[in-house]
Nanobody, 126 residues
Framework: QEQLVESGGGLVQAGDSLSLSCVFS????????VGWFRQDLGKEREFVAAIRWNSRHTWYSDSVKGRFTISRGNAENTVYLQMNSLKPEDTAVYYC???????????????????WGQGTQVTVSS
């Protein structure tokens, strides 16, 4: 069964770094756009970053631009999110998502994505 699996979350201090991984089990990302979203308690799911696998084009939310980097893995079913200079406001459950027919104007919308992982908790203490 095809599924996305995230890993790499944890508890860190402000200023630290974490690297999240997203693995697409049963498929490759070759024709997909892969996004990272996050959701904190009581808040809506928020777009973080996305990458178009074939073109390697990337997009970032203003809140993480310059601190987070989304990238392709060497394996065609892996995407990473490198998070540097973490802040307490980055605390959330981070979700990986993949969609095959996403236009640029909708890349930040959760409804544009077909597959979702179960999420991984990132907690940043001050």
């Amino acid at each position: 069964q095809e599924q996305l699996v995230e890993s790499g979350g944890g508890l860190v201090q402000a200023g630290d770094s974490l690297s999240l991984s997203c693995v697409f089990s049963g498929r490759t990302f070759r024709t997909y756009t892969v996004g990272w979203f996050r959701q904190d308690l009581g808040k809506e799911r928020e777009f973080v970053a996305a990458i178009r696998w074939n073109s390697r084009h990337t997009w970032y939310s203003d809140s993480v631009k310059g601190r987070f980097t989304i990238s392709r893995g060497n394996a065609e079913n892996t995407v990473y999110l490198q998070m540097n200079s973490l802040k307490p406001e980055d605390t959330a459950v981070y979700y990986c998502a993949a969609g095959s027919r996403i236009i640029v104007s909708t890349i930040g919308r959760p409804a544009s994505y077909d597959y979702w992982g179960q999420g991984t908790q990132v907690t940043v203490s001050s």
